[in-house]
């Protein structure tokens, strides 16, 4: 696994938003205890789309996944909290 003796990974997936609405997905390190970009794994896009890809980058390269949003700190991704929700749409029998 890639984690240092005091627990920390290595290395990070990070959903970021870089500017109004759009999102990219990029790979961090960390490196003398911070951290330094290491690569893009997807370009700007729209914040469900963002979340998806990072979510699959997170899964396939089992790394944490984390959020940065603009003015906010670095936090763990949370698919109950951060996760866009589907719009409502009740059941109609017939259809």
């Known amino acids: 696994m890639s984690a240092r003796r005091d627990g920390l990974p290595r ?40 979340c998806m890809a990072g979510l699959e980058a997170s899964r396939r390269q089992r790394l944490p996944f984390g959020i940065e949003a603009n003015g906010q700190r670095l936090r763990r991704f949370d698919a109950d ?15």
């Open 11 to 50: 290395r990070l997936i990070v959903l970021r938003q870089v500017e109004g609405t759009r999102w990219c997905v990029v790979e961090h390190v960390i490196h003398n205890g911070k951290r330094q970009f290491a690569g893009r794994i997807a370009t700007a896009r729209e914040y469900g789309p963002a």
């Open 81 to 95: 909290r951060d996760m866009p929700r589907r719009p409502f749409r009740p059941h109609v029998e017939g259809f």
